[in-house]
């Protein structure tokens, strides 16, 4: 599913050659009159530059000599204030974790990500993230803005508003897709088989997630499609599977493509319909602890009826989670394309003076040993979705199908 996609442009690369003439004689006397003579410095308008850990593994005083080069020579040092190269400074040191999803906030950074957390917005209702170090579409919400403007799964997103995303966050691209309801939003998007980027206009709506919709087929299937992992998924899940089961329903076939996941202990509970109580759902693993288990605690009541699962390019986190731990514990198959493979865990670390960093802390562990932060589940039958010009046919759907029937049968 992890596809590089290049594009028209290229990066310019300026080489700056410095030739020094050096004689070696002299270098190796400079150098022994340097340790006699140690070059003390004043590091002025912070505090607490020691490390009270103990010796760092690395020379911290390469910082301070570049910190002092700075003040001394840069011309306009005296419009930058101490803090902000402090801000600076760990705002490279969480980007040279080389993680997409862990990220530095000043006070008000990081009070407009909560605003945005907690707050009501408009939006195109989709989920992204990067990959490939590219932004990309990992979900479109069903019945929302993105649908509509047929915004798909691994859709590249090339610019928002003519901002180019190269090496944009997660956080800073919601911040722009995100905006007054009604109000309009362009991407520039290259998809897979396209020759060239195109321009989407979006129109900014007020996202409602929705949750499950599920139909009792004339055969005797259930098809349930799960769009999140909220609040209300169990309780939904329970109301259309005691119809179901009520109506003699022989096999289910829960869809969870393009679900970008949610509460995580509303993926275990949902486990628990199918897996046997006591077994493993998922590990939380985190460095330096021990690994935190989720073990299914439910009714069990599926363990023996005929499931498949439905995934893609857009399952991710939760619902990656719940498709794993049930081909891991009873071998259910899972039908479609490789899932996006979001298995890391983001908590907020609060700094003393306001500051915070969102910071990747732990990863999922599937009960077959899979580290979700690796990549994503490969399907049992790999299935592509066909265009007739008109609208896909659901291939994926009709093979899940097809398996399950002869499942029923046998």
Do not use: H
Request: no cysteine; charged share 25%.
């Amino acid at each position: 599913m992890e596809k590089i996609i290049g594009s028209s442009g290229f990066k310019k690369a300026i080489v700056v050659i410095l030739v020094i003439a050096v004689f070696v004689g002299g270098f190796f006397i400079g150098f022994g009159e340097g340790k006699k003579v140690p070059d003390f410095f004043v590091v002025k308008g912070v505090t607490n530059v020691d490390d009270p850990m103990g010796d760092p593994p690395a020379d911290f005083g390469l910082f301070w000599q570049a910190w002092r080069i700075i003040e001394n020579e840069y011309i306009r040092d005296d419009v930058v204030s101490p803090k902000d190269k402090v801000y600076g400074a760990i705002s490279g040191l969480v980007n040279s974790l080389g993680d997409d999803y862990s990220q530095f906030f000043s006070p008000d950074e990081g009070e407009k990500f909560s605003e945005d957390i907690r707050g009501n917005f408009g939006g195109i209702g989709a989920e992204i993230g990067i990959r490939d170090n590219r932004l990309v579409v990992i979900a479109p919400l069903k019945n929302t803005p993105a649908s509509q403007a047929d915004l798909r799964a691994e859709d590249i997103i090339l610019e928002i508003n003519s901002t180019s995303t190269n090496k944009m966050t997660v956080d800073e691209a919601v911040s722009l897709i995100r905006g007054e309801i009604g109000t309009e939003v362009v991407l520039t998007i290259f998809r897979d088989g396209w020759d060239e980027p195109r321009e989407i206009a979006i129109t900014r709506g007020n996202i409602v997630i929705p949750t499950l919709n599920y139909e009792i087929r004339d055969d005797g299937i259930v098809y349930a499609d799960l769009y999140s992992f909220n609040a209300n998924a169990n309780d939904l899940f329970q109301d259309a599977m005691t119809k179901a089961l009520a109506g003699g329903s022989r096999g289910l076939i829960l869809d969870l493509r393009n679900n970008p996941g949610g509460f995580l202990q509303v993926a275990v509970d949902l486990a628990g319909w199918f897996v046997p109580q006591g077994e493993l759902v998922v590990k939380e693993v985190s460095p330096g602890m021990e690994p935190l288990e989720f073990r299914a605690n439910g009714n069990a009541t599926l363990v023996d009826f005929p499931v498949v699962v439905l995934v893609n390019g857009g399952s991710a986190s939760a619902s990656e989670i719940l498709a794993g731990a049930l081909r891991d514990n009873q071998g259910i198959k899972l039908v479609g394309t490789e899932t996006f493979g979001k298995g890391s865990v983001q908590q907020i670390k609060y700094l003393p003076d306001g500051s915070s960093m969102k910071l990747t802390t732990a990863y999922w562990e599937l009960p077959s040993g899979k580290k979700l932060i690796d990549g994503g589940l490969e399907p049992d039958y790999e299935v592509e979705l066909e265009s007739d010009g008109v609208e896909e046919s659901d291939l994926q759907l009709d093979r899940a199908i097809e398996i399950i029937k002869a499942e029923i049968q046998n």
